[in-house]
């Protein structure tokens, strides 16, 4: 569910189309709303507006003008919901690959407005949920690597089990108060620039 207090920018060079957007949206009760008719500058004027949704009508765009859009799309990280007159299968897919959130073709009426806003962030929140928690996964799939191989040059150097080499990291990690995977990237690091002899 969207909350009515969403701050919304609305970009369309079009007037009598950028009216349609707005009065869907205020009749669903979004009073926080911006129209921009001139794209020049567009991303600063996003960053100056902060919005929390963007609903872009390109009516129909020369590919220049989709690019340039999808790679607004790219550097924005908002919600956007796009809406052209026309399209084909190879810009549905660039805006997919650019997060667009909602690519809505031939469908700009003023009752359709809220639940293409709604489904835009809807799915702008579960992309983004997604995309953190791979981050999340990657970085401790990394983490573990690195333990990994500090555990090996602390087996191999010092004569250790890997048990006791894990005891060493995470007790040194304690008495320093940082992370294992820290203490473990510093010893491999190190070894690294010490020479091959204490390589993994």
């Given at each position: 569910m969207v909350r009515s207090s969403l701050a919304v920018l609305v970009i369309d060079e079009n007037r009598i189309r950028a009216s349609i957007i707005e009065a869907g949206l205020r009749e669903a009760g979004h009073q926080q709303v911006t129209v921009i008719h001139d794209v020049t500058g567009i991303a600063r004027r996003i960053a100056e507006i902060e919005p929390d949704v963007i609903v872009i009508d390109l009516e129909n765009p020369n590919r220049d003008m989709l690019?340039?859009?999808?790679?607004?799309?790219?550097?924005?990280?908002?919600?956007?919901?796009?809406?052209?007159?026309?399209?084909?299968?190879?810009?549905?897919?660039a805006a997919v690959d650019a997060g667009v959130s909602a690519y809505v073709v031939d469908g700009l009426r003023q009752e359709r407005v809220k639940p293409i806003l709604d489904m835009a962030v809807s799915r702008f929140n579960a992309f983004s949920r997604m995309a953190r928690e791979l981050e999340e996964a990657r970085s401790e799939l990394e983490s573990r690597k690195v333990i990994d191989r500090a555990k090996g040059i602390l087996m191999k150097s010092r004569g250790l089990s890997e048990e006791a080499a894990y005891t060493l990291l995470r007790k040194t990690a304690m008495n320093q108060n940082r992370k294992i995977s820290d203490i473990a990237q510093s010893l491999v690091t190190a070894a690294g620039l010490l020479g091959p002899a204490e390589d993994e």
């Open positions: 690019e340039n859009m999808f790679q607004l799309s790219r550097a924005v990280k908002r919600p956007i919901a796009m809406f052209v007159d026309r399209s084909d299968q190879a810009s549905i897919e």
